[in-house]
Every structure is written in C-alpha cells, then in structure tokens.
C-alpha cells in the first residue's frame, strides 16, 4: 500500500477557476512533505515543501499547500488557475530515511478555456 | 547549465536483451537516484546512492543492477529485460541525505520492451 496518497487521478477545471489536488500521508512517512509539478515530456521539479514552521507554503507561481497534522493532509490549492498550470502533480515524502523520497501516484490538472 | 543528463532518450528492446541507462549530473551532488514511472502508479524508486560507493534497494529494485561510477555518474543495467520493464526511468540527484527534498531530474528515458 502507497505511503502517500493522492485522492484524485484527473482534475478538469476551468481557467481562472479554483482547484484543491489532494494528499494523503501515513503515519508511516515523515511529515517532511513535498509537491511536484510534471510538465509533459519533462522531468519533475519542486514546486513547493513543507518541513517545519508555518503549515501554509507558497510557491512563486500562486499555489500554496497546507500541512494538517490531524487530518494527515497536505493538500494543493491554486484560486486561479491558468491554461499554462496544465500538467501532472506529485505529493512526495520520506520513507525509512532521507534518501528515500516516495511519490503519490499522480494528478493530472487539465486546464480548459 | 546541463543539470542530470540521461542518455539514451528513447530505446527498444526485445525480451532478454540487456542494456545499461546512463546519468550523468554535474552539480557536485552526492545522492542519486533511479525511478520508474508507470501510469497511475507514480514514480517508484528502484535504486538509490547515497553517496559515491554506496548503492541500496529502492521499492521495487527485482531484475536491475545498479552502479556509481563516481560521484557524477550512476547507471542502472537490465541484464535481460522482460515486457514488465516498459516503462519511464528517470534519474534524480539531490544534495545530500538531508530533509531538503529538493531533487533534480533528468527528461527521462522512455524504453519499451517487446
């Protein structure tokens, strides 16, 4: 079974519309909590973390995750999507040391006009 | 700035061939790492190096062998592929064994086997 889960495999949306990508972690991760972004044909990249401090996280391009301990979420918001935010999403964490990063298994955000 | 570099991009195989993937990452990272990406199943870690000399099982490492070469190069060998195996590998590296969880991917290697 996943460590880290995500709820949904596809989210259509709107543009300008809001959209929440959610994630579910186990007590067996570490609550050092990531997403990534997958545009396609790329690699992956960091959008934004979670390790310590504040539960609210920002990236640079308007999304913001919150850490909740007692739910086990961190899930992924944007209030405003754009047709470019089209592309897969990843929530990761640590498993069994820091070295191991282990990913959800996706969320394909598709943005429609 | 080349990053982690993958070669090659694009390979087919027939079941039983071997090959090897190649990574290379010039930003002086000591942790690397090889994941396979397979539809609705995420990215799953096959192998990691913690640092140059070190190598240990990901989640699903069965029927591939790993290698650091050094500290720039890591490769992952499949020394008879099976249909199984078709899938995306990504190669990552990251900075070191820290909570950080930044890692830097490579464009991946798309290999079907048949």
């Known amino acids: 079974a996943q460590s880290v889960t995500q709820l949904d495999s596809q989210v259509p949306v709107f543009e300008e519309a809001p959209v929440e990508l959610r994630c579910n972690y186990s007590s067996s991760v570490s609550v050092y909590l990531f997403w990534y972004v997958q545009y396609p044909n790329q690699g992956l990249q960091l959008l934004l973390k979670y390790l310590s401090g504040s539960t609210l996280v920002e990236s640079i391009n308007g999304f913001e995750a919150e850490f909740n301990k007692s739910q086990t979420s961190f899930h992924l918001r944007k209030p405003s999507v754009h047709i470019s935010d089209t592309a897969e999403y990843f929530c990761a964490a640590f498993s069994g040391g820091y070295n191991k990063l282990i990913f959800g298994a996706g969320t394909r955000l598709a943005v429609h006009p | 700035n080349a990053g982690v570099t993958q070669t090659p991009k694009f390979q087919v195989l027939k079941t039983g061939q071997s090959m090897t993937l190649q990574c290379a990452q010039d930003m002086n990272h000591n942790s690397m790492y090889w994941y396979r990406q397979d539809p609705g199943m995420g990215l799953r870690l096959i192998y990691y190096s913690a640092s140059e000399g070190t190598t240990d099982k990901g989640e699903v490492p069965n029927g591939y062998n790993v290698s650091r070469l050094n500290k720039r190069e890591f490769s992952l060998r499949l020394e008879s592929a099976a249909p199984s195996q078709t899938s995306v590998y990504f190669c990552?590296?990251?900075?070191?064994?820290?909570?950080?969880?930044?890692?830097?991917f490579g464009e991946g290697s798309r290999l079907t086997v048949l």
């Open positions: 990552a590296s990251s900075a070191a064994g820290t909570p950080t969880g930044e890692l830097f």
